[in-house]
C-alpha cells in the first residue's frame, strides 16, 4: 500500500539556520504530493503542494521538489524563524485501483520542529 | 469565513462509555473526511462522507465506530464502548468537492482520553 517516510524529529535549529526535512513515498499510480504544517493547538494546514514531477511547490519561504525518479520531496527553508516552530508532516494522494480514492491522504509521521532565537 | 470546527476538543470517556465526535466543515463544504493520529503515528485515513452518504468507510474499524454527516448539522464520528486503544487524536476535515485534487481543510482535532 501507500506510505509516507519522513525523518524522525525533534529537529532543533537557531533562528536564520538552514531547514530540510527528508520525505520519501511509495505508492501505486501518479500520487499528489503535500506538506501540512500543524502549529500547537492547531489543525493542520496545507503548506505547499505538487501534483507532478519536477513541480516545485513553495510558500512562506519553503520550497519542495516532487522527484520521481528518488521517490522524493523534501522540504527546505533557507532562513528558520522562530515562527516556523511547528509539527510539519509530508503527505500524498494516489489514485487507487481504477483511479478512484485520490482522496485519502497517506501522511508520514511528522517532524517536529523547534527553532530557537 | 469560520475554518472547521470540532467539538469538545478534549474528550474523557472510561472505558465502555461511548464518545461522539462533531465536525462541521466550512461554509460551503459538502464532503468530510475523518482521520485518526495514534501516538506516535501519522494521521490514518478512517471514512469519507458527503451529505447522507458514507462514500468510504474501508479504514473505518469494523466494530463500535461508526459515522454520519446528516442533512442538516455536524457530522459526527461515534465510538460505542469505548477501550484504551481508542485514545488519539481525531481530525476531521473538509472540502469543498471532488476532482482529481481538492485541498482538505482541517480542523483542530478532538483528543479522545479513555481511562
Known amino acids: 500500500g501507500d506510505s509516507v517516510t519522513q525523518m524522525e524529529g525533534p529537529v532543533t535549529l537557531s533562528e536564520e539556520a538552514f531547514l530540510t526535512i527528508n520525505c520519501t513515498y511509495t505508492?501505486?499510480?501518479?500520487?499528489?504530493l503535500f506538506w501540512y504544517v500543524q502549529y500547537p493547538g492547531e489543525g493542520l494546514q496545507l503548506l505547499l503542494k505538487?501534483?507532478?514531477?519536477?513541480d516545485k511547490g513553495s510558500n512562506k519561504g519553503f520550497e519542495a521538489t516532487y522527484r520521481k525518479e528518488t521517490t522524493s520531496f523534501h522540504l527546505e527553508k533557507g532562513s528558520v524563524q522562530v515562527s516556523d516552530s511547528a509539527v510539519y508532516f509530508c503527505?500524498?494522494?494516489?489514485?487507487?485501483?481504477?483511479?478512484?480514492?485520490?482522496?485519502?491522504?497517506?501522511f508520514g509521521k511528522g517532524t517536529l520542529l523547534t527553532v530557537n532565537p | 469565513n469560520a475554518g472547521v470546527m470540532q467539538n469538545p476538543r478534549h474528550l474523557v470517556r472510561r472505558r465502555g462509555q461511548e464518545a461522539r465526535l462533531r465536525c462541521s466543515p466550512m461554509k460551503g463544504h459538502s464532503h468530510v473526511y475523518w482521520y485518526r493520529q495514534l501516538p506516535e503515528e501519522g494521521l490514518k485515513f478512517m471514512v469519507y462522507?458527503?451529505?447522507?452518504?458514507?462514500?468510504?468507510e474501508s479504514g473505518m474499524p469494523k466494530e463500535r465506530f461508526s459515522a454520519e454527516f446528516p442533512k442538516e448539522g455536524p457530522s459526527i464520528l461515534r465510538i460505542q464502548q469505548v477501550v484504551r486503544g481508542d485514545s488519539a487524536a481525531y481530525f476531521c476535515?473538509?472540502?469543498?468537492?471532488?476532482?482529481?485534487?481538492?485541498?482538505?481543510?482541517f480542523g483542530p482535532g478532538t483528543r479522545l482520553t479513555v481511562l
Open positions: 462522507l458527503q451529505k447522507e452518504n458514507i462514500i468510504d
Open positions: 505508492a501505486t499510480g501518479y500520487p499528489s
Open positions: 476535515a473538509s472540502s469543498p468537492g471532488h476532482s482529481s485534487y481538492n485541498e482538505q481543510f
Open positions: 505538487a501534483t507532478k514531477a519536477d
Open positions: 503527505a500524498l494522494s494516489a489514485p487507487g485501483i481504477g483511479g478512484g480514492s485520490n482522496y485519502k491522504l497517506t
